[in-house]
């Protein structure tokens, strides 16, 4: 059974940094695509990130370039996601999902974390 | 790249069938076969329900289906049961190299 496990969401003041992990077991890591999703208090889905099986590329919504990274461990079949320059437009649930093939692009999300929450707040 | 166009909530009696439109463009929904929905009960984590604009994942029940005209996809539950209330979600791949998901729909069994 894939069981994707968040951590690293927390209450943090605007500007400050964070690292969100996610432990993925159930499933040969490294042949797969990840990704991040969130979601903010009352709104809907929105894609943050993917990366390849083998971090060669990964893409990012436009919002969080130049802040947001990506980043997988495949050793540790780990999932990562460095969040820089916090804004409370940032506060949301942040889930892990899996991607159905190797490239991030042309996925489907097949299966998700129940999320870390991170509240950017002074 | 802006949100994929969902109607805000849907409803339906036991038994019935209902239909959730997800509207976008030429550059994602028009322009690529990788249309999912997803079934998201608050609190838990999301479910696939459908991929590539028609196919079901292993175990998802064939009451629930996938289809796709132009730039509009659609879910369509049939025989619906009390179970199947939940917030929905489509999302494709965009050109702009995004993944792009709706706004959400909330159905409501009544």
């Given amino acids: 059974e894939v069981q994707l496990v968040e951590s690293g969401g927390l209450l943090v003041q605007p500007g400050r940094s964070l690292r969100l992990s996610c432990a993925a077991s159930g499933f040969t890591f490294e042949e797969y695509a990840m990704h991040w999703v969130r979601q903010a208090p009352g709104k809907g889905l929105e894609w943050v990130s993917g990366i390849s099986w083998n971090s060669g590329s990964s893409g990012y919504v436009e919002s969080v370039k130049g802040r947001f990274t990506i980043s997988r461990d495949n050793a540790r079949n780990s999932l990562y996601l460095q969040l820089n320059s916090l804004t409370g437009d940032d506060t949301a649930f942040y889930y892990c999902a899996k991607g159905s093939g190797v490239r991030w692009e042309h996925n489907s999300l097949d299966s998700w974390g129940q999320g870390t929450l991170v509240t950017v707040s002074s | ?110």
């Fill in chain 2, 1 to 110: 790249q802006s949100a994929l166009a969902q109607p805000a909530s849907v409803s339906g009696s036991p038994g019935q069938s209902i239909t959730i439109s997800c509207t976008g463009t030429s550059s994602d929904v028009g322009a690529y076969q990788y249309v999912s929905w997803y079934q998201h009960y608050p609190g838990k984590a999301p479910k696939l329900m459908i991929y590539d604009v028609f196919k079901r994942p292993s175990g998802i029940s064939h009451r629930f289906s996938g289809s796709k005209s132009a730039n509009t996809a659609s879910l369509t539950i049939s025989g619906l049961q009390a179970e199947d209330e939940a917030d929905y979600y489509c999302s494709s791949y965009a050109s702009s190299s995004t993944l792009v998901f709706g706004g959400g729909t909330k159905l409501t069994v009544l």
